[in-house]
């Protein structure tokens, strides 16, 4: 079975300092790992996803996230972020393997608010 | 445009009656979801369907009933043996079969509360 810890609930930073959002993983198979967003009384938007390929992913605005296999994590940083970013991001991963019975089924962390202050 | 169309999005219900969340899509995509949202619990999976007329138990069925008789549609009910049903509920679907990523698409909402 696989999981996923966000080790922060809360993150309070200032507008235009950099962000860091961590994720863990455990799985005994390859992963496939994605960022979600949500706005307040909205739904889940996808942010970005690993795959396979380059370890680093981007998504359009600004965010980054790396997948390091050897530490299991899936961290999310942004250099310098904006009022507007404030909202809760939820890390989430599915196991990698066609056709099995997780499929599709995607076991999210607990989420991080992330409040960025003026 | 293509997305998933959740209603109501605000619903407030009085002890001991059930009440039907709608959920409807137009991705063409096979598998659609039932989560239920908690402060600080993330996302927890309700129901689950793959195929028109079949669908699973998630990890917090009890309480809930679904049904899937066609593809673009799968509605929640919440029925009066769900003991804590006030929570935010969130539909989602992907690709089934075509797409084995696991991503979701969600749709807006509906946020129950119990009177």
């Known amino acids: 079975a696989q999981s996923v810890t966000q080790l922060d609930s809360q993150v309070p930073v200032f507008e235009e300092a950099p962000v860091e959002l961590r994720c863990n993983y455990s799985?005994?198979?390859?992963?496939?790992l994605f960022w979600y967003v949500q706005y307040p009384n909205q739904g889940l938007q996808l942010l970005l996803k690993?795959?396979?390929?380059?370890?680093l992913v981007e998504s359009i605005n600004g965010f980054e996230a790396e997948f390091n296999k050897s530490q299991t994590s899936f961290h999310l940083r942004k250099p310098s972020v904006h009022i507007s970013d404030t909202a809760e991001y939820f890390c989430?991963?599915?196991?990698?393997?066609?056709?099995?019975?997780?499929?599709?089924?995607?076991?999210f962390g607990q989420g991080t608010i992330l409040t960025v202050h003026p | 445009d293509g997305g998933i169309t959740q209603s109501p999005k605000y619903l407030f219900r009085k002890e001991g009656q059930n009440v039907t969340l709608s959920c409807e899509q137009n991705l063409n995509h096979d598998a659609m979801y039932w989560y239920r949202q908690d402060p600080g619990q993330g996302l927890r999976l309700i129901y689950y369907?793959?195929?028109?007329?079949?669908?699973q138990k998630g990890d917090i069925a009890e309480g809930y009933s679904v049904s899937r008789e066609k593809k673009e549609s799968f509605p929640l009910t919440v029925t009066s043996a769900q003991k804590n049903p006030t929570a935010f509920y969130l539909c989602?679907?992907?690709?089934?079969?075509?797409?084995?990523?696991?991503?979701?698409?969600f749709g807006e909402g509906s946020r129950l509360t119990v009177l």
């Open positions: 369907s793959q195929i028109v007329n079949d669908f």
């Open positions: 690993y795959l396979s390929g380059s370890t």
């Open positions: 989430a991963v599915s196991a990698g393997v066609a056709g099995g019975t997780s499929y599709g089924k995607l076991t």
């Open positions: 799985s005994s198979v390859s992963v496939y």
């Open positions: 989602a679907s992907s690709p089934g079969t075509s797409g084995i990523t696991g991503e979701l698409f």
